[in-house]
């Protein structure tokens, strides 16, 4: 009888997976919760307009992959989900309530008028922050680790609240902004796009000097991360990453400089992914990190055999999908009516 785990590294293929589909929603769901974060200190009311029809089609659909991410890890690494999840409670309760409040915000602010369009205005912005904020906290504390006696969590409801994953929270919430400008220099035109350019070339600065200090600070938490990147000959194999995501920096700001308009959006996604990849790296091979591997943590081969022939026949079209909206809804977009 044919079988996944006969020929395959399982808990290695579902790691790529889930983490695939949580880089995907970083990306997908990063620059529209960006462009909500910068959404109140549009020029005008019009340029509001324009720069939400610009994320009508997708901001939905976006999420999709934080519940492939979350699904994923319940359902391939149960250990890892029983111990992790206790931890985040309140820092992913926050996050889901910004994530419902800025939806309901979205939909609402099209019908409403005067005051309270401007209240919807702040309640999508609050929304986003408050998600993306949540977001970079508990990625700070995932990377810092977290309290574990035998097969639980053992610490407080307050652990996240460490310097360390307050500044990672800061960190995302620019990092998003940058994503959301330079997708706003590349969906609008006009007014709307020199503001969003002017306001880009600021969060750039802000990211790169978040980026130097999380990359600094992480190997001080851990000795083995240290030891990973600052060791010979570990050192010059690793260095391409920072190297690479340095000179993005550079091209980006030459391209907001020369007023480039697509372009910036990809040199964002690559920066994102130089720093995606270097944290994958610190990392490995831990799910729960510096307590569980992912082998340890994995779910029985036929579960995890199952899910997988089940996710090959779904993914393909989540992605397909997904294409095809970016295509279909390729362009400028418009001030004038809702997608």
């Not at 939806?103 to 702040?122: I, L, Q, T």
């Amino acid at each position: 009888m044919f079988s996944f785990e006969n020929i395959l590294d399982l808990p290695i293929i579902w790691y790529a997976l889930i983490g695939t589909a949580v880089f995907l929603y970083v990306l997908l769901d990063g620059f529209d919760l960006g462009v909500g974060i910068l959404f109140p200190f549009a020029p005008s009311d019009q340029s509001r307009d324009r720069i939400m029809n610009s994320i009508a089609p997708f901001w939905d659909g976006n999420e999709t992959w934080l519940v492939l991410g979350g699904g994923g890890l319940f359902a391939a690494f149960p250990l890892a989900y029983a111990v992790l999840m206790p931890a985040f409670y309140l820092p992913i309760i926050f996050m889901l309530l910004g994530l419902i409040f800025r939806g309901v915000a979205f939909e609402f602010r099209f019908k409403a008028f005067g005051w309270s369009r401007k209240a919807w205005n702040y309640a999508f912005h609050l929304g986003s922050l408050t998600a993306a904020f949540m977001q970079g906290v508990v990625l700070g504390t995932f990377v810092q680790g977290i309290a574990v006696e035998g097969r639980r969590f053992a610490g407080g409801a307050l652990d996240w609240v460490s310097p360390f994953a307050l500044m990672t929270g800061a960190a995302l919430v620019f990092g998003y902004a940058l994503l959301g400008a330079t997708w706003i220099i590349m969906k609008t035109d006009g007014e709307t796009q020199e503001w969003a350019r002017n306001y880009a070339g600021s969060i750039c600065v802000c990211v790169a000097l978040f980026m130097a200090l999380v990359t600094l600070s992480t190997p001080l938490i851990n000795n083995d991360i240290k030891t990973l990147w600052f060791s010979l000959p570990n050192f010059f194999y690793l260095s391409p990453l920072p190297l690479l995501a340095f000179g993005m920096f550079l091209l980006l700001w030459k391209d907001l400089r020369r007023k480039k308009e697509c372009r910036p959006f990809f040199l964002s996604i690559g920066i994102f992914l130089m720093n995606y990849l270097g944290l994958g790296i610190s990392l490995w091979p831990w799910i729960v990190p510096f307590r569980f591997t992912l082998w340890e943590a994995a779910a029985a081969p036929q579960s995890q055999s199952l899910l997988l022939a089940g996710t090959l026949f779904l993914l393909p079209m989540v992605l397909g999908y997904t294409a095809y909206s970016f295509y279909t809804f390729r362009g400028k977009a418009s001030p004038e009516g809702y997608y």
